[in-house]
C-alpha cells in the first residue's frame, strides 16, 4: 500500500499545474489494510478514504470510487502496481488533447501464467464477437476518464458492472494508451479462476444475448438429430434391419436432458440477473470515511437512486 502511494503521489506532484487528490477504496478487506491507508492519510490532506461494511466485489469499488471522485478527470488504477502509476501523465496529455476516455492498452503481461494470458485473449476476442458494442482487446479497467464521462457512468446503476464495458457503451472520444503490465508489488491476488469465469459470464451478458441465441440453436440442432434418427429408424425397419432399442433410448435421452439443461441454466442466469437488479437494495454500503476537507455532516444515503450516498465522516 506504501509503496503504491509513494509512486502515485510522487508522479502526481511531477505534473506541473496540477491538484490531485488519491481516493482509496478498501473493499471490506480482513487485514490491516484500513489502519494502514489511515495512517497514510493522517500525514496527507489529499488522501481520501472509502470502506465498505464487508466485501462487495472489485467492479463495486471501482464504481464506488467513481461515485465519489470529484476532480475534472478521473484515473481508476489498482494498488497492486501491476499498472504503473507513472503512465497516469501520459494518460492526462491524452485528456487534455481532447479525449474523454483514455484506457490503458497492455502489451505485456509479465508475471501472469500462460493459462491466464491465453484465457485473457480469448475472452476479449469472444466478448467482441458477441456484443454490439466495440470493447477493446487487452483492456482492462486502467483508464482515465473526463468529469463528463464520470457523470454519465454514475448514472448506471446495474448491479453486475462489468464497468469497461460501460464506458464502452457510453461511447464519447476514446483512445489508446500502450503500457507494459508488471508483477504484482506483494501479495497473491484474490481474482482466482472461480472469479474469473464468473467475471466473464458478467461481461457476456451484460452486453449480449448470445448464449440466448445459442440456447435456441441447441434445441434446432437437438430436433435435427431427432429427426434424421428417426428417418433412420424407418428406413431400418423396412430393409428388415432389426432395431436395437435400449442403448439408442439411453443416448437419445442422455443428449436431450443435456441439450434441455443447459438451455434452462442460460435461461436461468439472464433471470437471476433480472432479479438481482429488481431488488432494491444499495449497490454498496459504506461503513467509514475519511475526508478532511469534509465538514462532519452525514448525508443520508440516497435510496432512489440504488446507492450509498456520500457520507462523511471524520474519523478518530
Known sequence: MRAFYDRASQTLRAIPDFDYELLFVDDGSGDDTYAQLKSIAADDARVRLLKFSRNFGHQIAISAGIDHARGDCVAVIDVDLQDPPEVIPTLIDKWREGFDVVYGRRVGRDGETLMKRVTAAAFYRLLAKVSKIQIPNDVGDFRLMSRRVVDELKKLREK???????????????????YKRAPRHAGETKYRYREMIQFAVDGVTSFSTAPLRLATWLGYAASLLAFIYLASVIVQKMMGITVQGFATIMVAMTFLGGVQLICL????????????????????????????????????????????????????
Do not use: C, H
Not at 458492472?161 to 500502450?178: C, E, H, I, K
Open 160 to 178: 453486475d458492472r462489468f464497468v469497461r464495458g460501460l464506458v464502452s457503451w457510453l461511447g464519447f472520444n476514446q483512445t489508446a494508451v500502450d
Open 265 to 316: 441454466g442460460i435461461i436461468g442466469e439472464y433471470l437471476g440477473r433480472i432479479f438481482n437488479e429488481i431488488k432494491p437494495r444499495p449497490m454498496y454500503i459504506i461503513e467509514d470515511t475519511w475526508d478532511p476537507a469534509a465538514s462532519d455532516d452525514v448525508r443520508p444515503v440516497d435510496v432512489a437512486a440504488g446507492r450509498e450516498g456520500p457520507r462523511w465522516l471524520r474519523s478518530s
